[in-house]
């Protein structure tokens, strides 16, 4: 068994590798490190089951041998970056989509397409099941990643119906854990890092916003286990647990036990006033629901950011000598 994993160098991707490998699959995994980072699987180059190929997947794959999976992962994913790609992200929501289901097809593969809780937008019913249709701005600054994941998801049932593609597609919801950049722009490692450098923790609106968090590990654990169903719609994966951005920032300035102040900023164009999963469906069809307790996982990813603060940010050409290219 052999899984193509896109974006397998980013943070959701690097783990994705990992549980495979440790399945006992064969991975290869492409990116083109725009927002991956050649770090996330250094560790995993010493195993003969794993590749890696640095490629941009809006361009066309052609993937010699047989192949399993297909696990299109590639995405700018933070609003920071989709923000300043916002062409690249549209492309590869939309050109590396398609590529990605061409493999698929082309082998005979399962297809499973990482979608997002961003394709609800902006809800106006919580939680958000996967009923919902969403309220989202099409022509608004998160447009590019929120009409780039909705039509990855039509295309993805387009080539079911009219190809008989065996496909998946996981709707995620807020995830975070070790492995997250610390300039992602995104709540947790913003908190974690400005709290960390004594630097004072940005809220935007009034912080009663609200997002669920779920840990990396169990998210993983879901997608491995749609993958292994018979589901072809969307499936959302995530932690129900709501609290506030306020309450959020809280907590972190707890853990750090550091006493730096919180400074508000105007919420950002149509940023979600609420984001809750509803999993009823996941309980139901797979069986799933997070383990892991908030408290645990940001103890974890804790750890992890303590070290990446106070680490020497170092140059790692090892996986740009096996793909022939030089690193970005």
Avoid at 190 to 202: D, K, M, R, V
Wanted: charged share 20%; aromatic share 10%.
């Amino acid at each position: 068994m052999r899984a193509v994993i896109t974006g397998g160098a980013g943070f959701l991707g690097s783990h994705l590798c990992e549980l495979f490998l440790e399945k006992g699959w064969d991975v290869l995994c492409l990116d083109n490190l725009v927002t991956g980072s050649d770090t996330n699987i250094a560790h995993l180059l010493g195993n003969s089951k794993f590749k890696f190929s640095q490629q941009n997947v809006s361009e066309y794959i052609e993937i010699p041998g047989e192949v399993g999976a297909v696990m299109h992962f590639a995405s700018p994913a933070s609003p920071p970056d989709y923000l300043r790609l916002p062409i690249q992200t549209l492309k590869v929501g939309a050109l590396g989509t398609h590529n990605a289901l061409g493999l698929a097809l082309a082998k005979k593969a399962k297809f499973l397409l990482a979608s997002t809780s961003e394709c609800y937008g902006d809800p106006e019913i919580s939680p958000q099941p996967e009923s919902y249709w969403g309220r989202v701005n099409p022509i608004g600054p998160r447009g590019v990643y929120d009409e780039a994941k909705r039509f990855a998801e039509a295309i993805t049932m387009a080539y079911h119906r009219y190809h008989g593609l065996d496909t998946r597609i996981v709707r995620i919801f807020n995830t975070y854990g070790p492995r997250m950049r610390l300039n992602d722009g995104r709540a947790l490692p913003n908190f974690l890092y400005q709290a960390l450098s004594g630097e004072p923790i940005t809220v935007y609106g009034d912080g009663k916003q609200t997002r669920s968090f779920c840990y990396v590990s169990d998210l993983i654990d879901g997608i491995y286990r749609l993958l292994e169903s018979n589901e072809h719609e969307p499936v959302n994966i995530g932690n129900p647990q709501e609290i506030t951005i306020l309450e959020f920032a809280e907590r972190v300035r707890a853990l750090v036990g550091s006493s730096v102040p919180m400074v508000f900023r105007p919420l950002p164009q149509d940023d979600p006033k609420q984001r809750c999963p509803d999993i009823t469906k996941a309980k139901r069809i797979l069986a799933w629901e997070p383990k892991v307790s908030l408290e645990k996982g940001l103890g974890l990813t804790y750890q992890y950011f303590q070290q990446e603060v106070s680490a020497k940010p170092a140059v790692n050409d090892s996986i740009a000598a096996q793909s022939g290219r030089p690193s970005e």
